[in-house]
């Protein structure tokens, strides 16, 4: 298995149109600059600058793929993308790095937790949250070769060990099967909801798992089917609740008259404990084995109604 | 060019009605414009898609009229299309759009166009292309980071194929610019973060030609260091309209059809316009 720094400098070797860029972050692109030569451009801590140079050499024909820590790329630079890129419509590459509780340590000025939000709100903007290297390795092509601009949470090293049939655009990947309850996650929190699984399968409840791996284009007619059929749908992710998954399954279902009990599963108007990776998890309750917690809890309580609606969840009504 | 020029200021006051437009800033870089088209421009009209064209992108894109109604006089589009200035049926409004031909990149948000002009001439230097990039910058405008970010990127990627003119006209909306954030001297800032900076009147076709004849050419290139050129261009804002000259309350106009008469009567010399509308507008 390739890595993805090999193969986007396969990818750059074999299409001269590939640039690729970084505001001074290094981090997932170190071994290019003596690969690409002058096709690496370092603008320096500049983000804003590095959104508009790359919508110019994206006009020249280019197929500029940027790289700066999700935060600043997405807040700092967030007009330049909206309006260099977005209103024109330009093939940019967005790459975030550490997104999420992947930010660790760092403190909320580095907690991309509204990224989400704010890429999928621009018009033909593609969100792709893989859940590992090997994901967003296979699927780096297919997103050069899209005429559309991207934005891409970079991933955890972490393996997540999962067996994939798809890499295309748009498409979801049903993980593991199960009629209780559906697990729709994205990046690496896929990890925790496969534990999540094994521990509910011992209390005799089957839960489903979906990766979800585009926010945008939405999987809708791979998710609903799955979703419409489980008694409860979770939205698990490292995300403000406002604007991510746990909004794009609801717009879904909404949109296609849907009813499904949602349990939303994400930060709610607030950052998170910064810290080292598995304390940030355990702290903020995101462990496999608190999900499976929070999902036993549920079914304790509130014994599931197919009645019930989105909007009651979400307001927790009822 | 001087004939030109009036035209190109006559589309300006016209546009100025039925909802109007930003006439101050349109009128100061009107002859930056005519004369950058006549006479600097490696660009044609059936050349806007040509590889090897000169680029000028209008950063301070609310003087978009100034340069609708050069490119209608040259031949990009017809000018009766002028008279679709903010009409939904065409894409001719207050800021720039692409669908117009001749116009290379929209603009609107202020400090944008000087870092998309970056990645145009670092593409051009990949291919070793001698084609350049014309960036026009409000001086109101040099208040965003954004400008200064690029001034240091373009200095340090040795971009000698862009070349920043600033519409120095001494306003931003609503007040001069010494008077907010003050930008002199300015000649000295842009050398200090590693441009040439050549300095001239705005109005006046002959010293515009001494500073263009400034530019690093092919063979001054190859020996002098590379750096990025600005031109700052002193100008007036309302140039050519005494009645609304370099007045903070002449920023964005809606005129009535008589005053539109009155100022065309104002700018070839006659009376000057009785104005009466309240034109103060903050957008």
New interface residues.
């Given amino acids: 298995m390739k890595t993805y720094e090999e193969v986007l400098q396969d990818c750059a070797l074999a299409d001269d149109r590939i640039v690729v860029m970084t505001a001074e972050n290094r981090a997932a692109i170190r071994t290019l600059p003596p690969q690409l030569g002058e096709r690496f451009i370092d603008v320096g801590i500049a983000e804003q600058t590095m959104i508009g140079a790359a919508a110019g050499l994206a006009l020249r024909g280019r197929i500029p793929i940027v790289h700066a820590l999700a935060t600043f790329l997405t807040l700092r630079a967030f007009e330049f993308i909206r309006d260099d890129v977005g209103i024109a419509g330009l093939p940019v590459k967005l790459v975030g790095g550490v997104p999420g509780f992947l930010s660790d340590g760092n403190g909320p000025t580095h907690q991309a937790i509204e990224d989400i939000s704010l890429m999928r709100g621009i018009p033909n903007m593609q969100v792709f949250a893989p859940a590992d290297m090997d994901d967003l390795a296979s699927t780096l092509p297919t997103i050069l070769n899209s005429p559309h601009p991207c934005y891409i949470r970079y991933p955890a090293s972490t393996p997540t060990q999962v067996e994939r049939t798809v890499y295309d655009i748009g498409r979801s990947e049903h993980v593991a099967n199960g009629n209780d309850v559906t697990i729709l996650t994205y990046g690496f929190l896929l990890r925790e909801a496969l534990v999540a699984k094994r521990i509910l399968e011992q209390h005799s409840i089957s839960a489903g798992v979906i990766d979800v791996r585009w926010l945008k284009p939405f999987d809708w007619e791979g998710i609903l089917p799955l979703v419409r059929h489980s008694g409860l749908a979770v939205t698990f992710e490292d995300h403000f609740l406002t604007g991510g998954l746990f909004s794009i399954l609801s717009e879904a279902l909404v949109r296609n008259e849907l009813s499904v009990p949602v349990l939303p599963i994400a930060l709610e108007e607030r950052w998170f404990k910064p810290g080292l990776l598995p304390d940030v998890l355990a702290f903020e309750g995101f462990t496999g084995a608190h999900l499976a917690e929070r999902i036993r809890a549920r079914f304790d309580k509130r014994p599931l109604s197919p009645k019930r609606t989105v909007h009651q969840e979400a307001v927790g009504i009822g | 060019m001087n004939d030109l020029a009036l035209r190109v200021r006559e589309h300006i006051i016209r546009m100025a009605t039925d909802g109007g437009c930003f006439i101050g800033a349109s009128l100061s870089c009107a002859d930056l414009l005519v004369y950058l088209y006549s006479e600097v421009l490696n660009v044609s009209p059936d050349r806007v898609h040509d590889?090897d064209r000169d680029y000028l992108l209008l950063s301070k894109g609310h003087d978009v009229p100034a340069l609708y109604g050069t490119l209608a006089e040259l031949g990009y589009f017809p000018k009766d299309r002028l008279k679709n200035h903010l009409r939904t049926n065409d894409s001719i409004y207050w800021h720039p759009n692409?669908a117009v031909p001749g116009v290379?990149?929209?603009s609107?948000?202020l400090?944008?166009?000087?870092?998309?002009?970056?990645?145009?001439?670092?593409?051009?230097?990949?291919r070793k292309a001698s084609n350049r990039v014309f960036v026009l910058l409000g001086d109101g405008e040099l208040n965003e980071?954004?400008v200064w970010?690029?001034m240091?990127?373009a200095a340090?990627?040795k971009l000698d194929n862009m070349i920043a003119i600033v519409d120095r006209n001494e306003f931003q909306a609503n007040i001069r610019t010494e008077a907010l954030i003050p930008l002199e001297p300015l000649s000295p800032k842009f050398e200090a973060m590693g441009w040439n900076a050549v300095r001239t009147d705005g109005h006046d076709f002959e010293a515009l030609h001494r500073a263009f004849s400034e530019l690093p050419n092919e063979s001054k290139r190859s020996n002098e260091p590379k750096k990025p050129t600005v031109i700052i261009a002193d100008t007036v804002r309302g140039k050519g309209l005494p009645g609304i000259e370099r007045r903070a309350d002449r920023w964005f106009v809606n005129f009535t059809h008589d005053e539109i008469r009155m100022l065309l009567e104002e700018l070839h010399g006659n009376a000057q316009a009785r104005l009466t509308s309240d034109t103060l507008m903050v957008r």
């Fill in positions: 590889p692409r290379e990149f929209h609107g948000s400090g944008h166009l000087l870092s998309v002009g970056i990645g145009i001439a670092m593409d051009l230097k990949l980071g954004s970010e690029g240091l990127t340090a990627y």
